[in-house]
């Protein structure tokens, strides 16, 4: 056996594998770019070497890079993980070049089984059923544009994971699908060799785990479901299928053995199938995963073997000891943990975690790479973690991995943890009637995402709580000499405003509604919230002007505006677009002083491998543009800024005037009187009121609220000093 390892990867799956060799006593290696310095897998390894900046190109794809870092730490064996460089047959070869051990299969099995269209070709002549397919070209993409042949489904001929997968339901779609996922397959690949194939519609995902050694042993750990997918990724996976017979179980693991023997497979792989949803008997070979899967604990724990231990036994020399699969026991589910927001069509997020809690306890097992403090960015792919939930019978599985969801804290970073709950109490999921589909019906049958009022006022009053007070005068609890007042905070949530009043500490009303009693405390990290006779605990984490408040599996960050906007105000200024994920401006299709209509695209803004178009929101002139192509943005970083085309006086209605003010601070006339209001002047409109300093609207003269102020100081002043 190896005397220490180094793990070419990052994130949980880095860490996942430390854990194994730490288990069998052996050292472990961990790499990281700039932006990984702090990682969690840095930490939990032996040693940790620095491979680059954070471009993927340049530290965990450099091959250079990570031969020199496992010399230099005298590791003499490298495991790729799964993702960059774990399927590439250079790769490989360079480690056997360097007298390092690749843990993983040799690299003519990654190639033969890397390219999908040569290893349909290799397992249909070993007698495994495959989905017919059409490769691309001008003729073929002629006679599919003219023909009958949709749905289908275009993928890149290299890679996996479904990126770069684009599906086809028009016939007049299929030349920008091919040029996205040409481009999508070039970046993610370098490889922008396509292929098509009939889509199947409402299918199963069913993949077989394979395991076999050098000296010709080949057997299958059964199966697992991955049809709970979105955007062709995986979210939810289930050992065993609830799907399938051991009839059926058989003849999918036979074919699966005969794949991986066709190619002179070694170490752990999977076979994944696309099955007909109303009939078992039609499964299709779709590719072959050449090292370990995301989905891989499932297996663990029906079976009870550490596919990561024999991976390295296997690549130690190792043969397989048994011939058989242990018998299953018991059901086990994963649920993908996913930096990204299921509010704004799941586009990839970021940040920095600010809270973090895991679930633990029996039969709950959670693979990560976070960590409290830790950056999430868009140069990695936004999988966080996995929480893994085993039980006797699926219901039992299903309740514990629910319950551990539930328990999960995640504050500073939007994540689908909510998203995934509402997935597990789906009652086709409950049943067991997957497809690929599924979680998408899921996701748009949703009611919009909102903000509850015990939420909305335990902000308000986390606020209250923790803003500091300069003098007793401004102290923010609601205190005037005529009695307490109403102290007002305005939020936004997402592209929502809300505003809450609290009054003493001790009544809250959000929105129109009226007081409602409400108390709040901390107690350590958490905020106790007393809310109309109910005792509610959230997770809370606070952020400049945003408060982060956690519960149930849920999060909701609520940023505290400066000021209200003003009331019946015209909505015709200028429309200022913004970035709605983190990530890298590709393509910029509009400039300076453009004509645009509602719905133009005006730039492409990709992260983690996925690509967005940005549209105008309404009619316009491009006025500023601040996106370039190959630009790093910020989520809700400024893009564009679309303005009206006609003028402010031609949005006036007929007969109207303006009034104008004389200069002012802050809107409050200079010494007496009220402040007038710009807006164009109609029969019976009520003038706007003052707006005081505690935020409300009254008529009480600025210069009599100050005076008030000034003579309290007088008198605290005046007060006898201890």
Partial sequence: MFGKVLIANRGEIATRVIRTLRRLGIGSVAVYSDADAAARHVRAADEAVRIGPAPAAESYLSIGRIIDAARATGAAAIHPGYGFLAENAAFARACAAAGLVFIGPPPEAIEAMGDKIAAKATVAAAGVPVVPEVPVDPTTHSILLNG?????????????????????????????????????????????????????????????????DAHGNVMHLGERECSIQRRHQKVIEEAPSPFLDAEHRAAMGGAAVEAARSVGYAGAGTIEFIVNGGDPDEFFFMEMNTRLQVEHPVTELITGLDLVEWQLRVAAGEALPFTTAPAARGHAIEARVYAEDPARGFLPTGGTVLALREPAGE????????????TVTSAYDPMLAKVIAW??????????????????VLLGVPANTAFLRALLSDPDVRAGDLDTTLAERVADALPPAGVPAEVLAAAALARLITRPAADP???????????????????RAGDGHAEVRVRGLAEVASGDGGPVPAQARFDGPDLVLTYDGRTIRFACAQDGR????????????????????????????DATVRSPM??????????????VRAGQPLAVVEAMKME?????????????????????????????????????????????????????????????????????????????????????DGPVRPARRRGVRRHGRRLLRALPRP
């Fill in 148 to 212: 009958p042949m949709v749905p289908l489904l275009v993928k890149p001929s290299a890679g996996g994971g479904g990126k770069g997968m684009v599906l086809v339901r028009d016939a007049a779609e299929l030349p920008a699908a091919i040029e996205s996922a040409k481009r999508m397959a070039k970046a993610a690949f370098g490889d922008d060799r396509l292929l098509i194939e009939r889509y199947i519609d409402r299918p199963r995902h069913i993949e077989i785990q394979v395991l076999a």
């Fill in 363 to 374: 039969h709950v097992r959670v693979d990560s790479g976070l960590s409290a403090g830790a």
């Fill in 391 to 408: 039980g006797e019978d699926r219901a039992t599985a299903l309740r514990r991995l629910d319950a551990a969801l539930a328990g999960t």
């Fill in 473 to 491: 005068w401004d102290i923010p609890d609601g205190w005037r000499v005529s009695g307490r007042a109403w102290t007002t905070f305005r939020f």
């Fill in 546 to 573: 945003t408060t982060w408040l956690g519960r149930g599996g849920q999060a909701w960050a609520l940023t505290e505006e400066a000021a209200a906007p003003v009331r019946g105000g015209a909505s015709g200024g």
């Fill in 582 to 595: 983190p990530g890298t401006v590709l393509a910029v299709h509009v400039i300076p002083g453009q004509p």
């Fill in 612 to 696: 967005h178009t940005v549209a105008a929101p309404r009619d316009g002139i491009v006025t500023e543009l601040a996106a370039k192509p190959g630009q790093q943005v910020r989520m809700e970083e400024p893009l564009a800024v679309i303005a009206r085309q006609e003028t402010p006086d031609a949005r006036l209605p007929p007969g109207a005037r303006t009034r104008s003010a004389p200069r002012d601070r802050g809107g409050l006339r200079p010494r007496r009187g009220r402040a007038r209001d710009r807006r164009p002047v109609r029969a019976g409109r009520v003038p706007v009121r003052h707006r005081r300093p505690d935020g409300e």
